[in-house]
Antibody, heavy 116, light 107 residues
Framework: QLQLQESGPGLVRPSETLSLTCTVS??????????WAWIRQSPEKGLEWIGT?????TTYYNPSLRVTISIDTSTNQFSLKLTSVTAADTALYYC??????????WGQGTLVTVSS | AIQMTQSPSSLSASVGDRVTITCRAS??????LGWYQQKSGKAPNLLIY???KLQNGVPSRFSGSGSGTEFTLTITGLQPEDFATYYC?????????FGQGTKVEIK
């Protein structure tokens, strides 16, 4: 059974960079049929798709966000960096696996608060 | 980005009821739409993809229909475990965008 687990700081200072890692277990991140995604959820904005990466390193981002997603196939992990954060970036951050037409597996989510 | 508008934002229903939730897209998205269920404190869970295809393990009381800009999720015979928030997601292009959610509550 595929599992995804987010990890990273729960508190980030305003203007700094938010960094999260997703560890994939129970399956290979080198799958040719899937993309690996970051999604966040807040009461103000609801569910927001952040971006996605393929195992080759091909990325697609939400143009409204200052984000970089990277992948490490040797450790079965992918990562998110969101720069110059503000209080509006406070949210529950999920990593997930996408296939054509669906987001089929989700991590449990990790809460990130932006505050000084 | 494509805007997804769900209605209603909340509804009250009884066990056994038939419930319908609508999602409208700001442009034609063909049939590239999915539905997700989220229970309190949990991640969203895929119910339906490509408008009407039921994800493995999802009960057949859930069904989806529509095309173009208007889509519907129907729950036929609401069960106690179905009280949750439901979201649509367009998969037609990136950035992918979600509806704002419909909370289904017990009457």
């Amino acid at each position: 059974q595929l599992q995804l687990q987010e990890s990273g700081p729960g508190l980030v200072r305003p203007s700094e960079t938010l960094s999260l890692t997703c560890t994939v277990s129970g399956g290979s991140i080198r799958s040719s049929s899937h993309y690996w995604a970051w999604i966040r959820q807040s009461p103000e904005k609801g569910l927001e798709w952040i971006g996605t990466i393929y195992f080759t390193g091909t990325t697609y981002y939400n143009p409204s966000l200052r984000v970089t997603i990277s992948i490490d196939t040797s450790t079965n992990q992918f990562s998110l960096k969101l720069t110059s954060v503000t209080a509006a970036d406070t949210a529950l951050y999920y990593c997930a696996r996408e296939r054509a037409g669906a987001i089929e597996y989700w991590g449990q989510g990790t809460l990130v608060t932006v505050s000084s | 980005a494509i805007q997804m508008t769900q209605s209603p934002s909340s509804l009250s229903a009884s066990v056994g009821d038939r419930v319908t939730i609508t999602c409208r897209a700001s442009q034609d998205i063909r049939n590239d739409l999915g539905w997700y269920q989220q229970k309190s404190g949990k991640a969203p869970n895929l119910l339906i993809y490509t408008t009407s295809k039921l994800q493995n393990g999802v009960p057949s009381r859930f069904s989806g229909s529509g095309s173009g800009t208007e889509f519907t999720l129907t729950i036929t015979g609401l069960q106690p475990e179905d009280f949750a928030t439901y979201y649509c997601l367009q998969d037609y292009n990136r950035p992918k965008t979600f509806g704002q959610g419909t909370k289904v509550e017990i009457k």
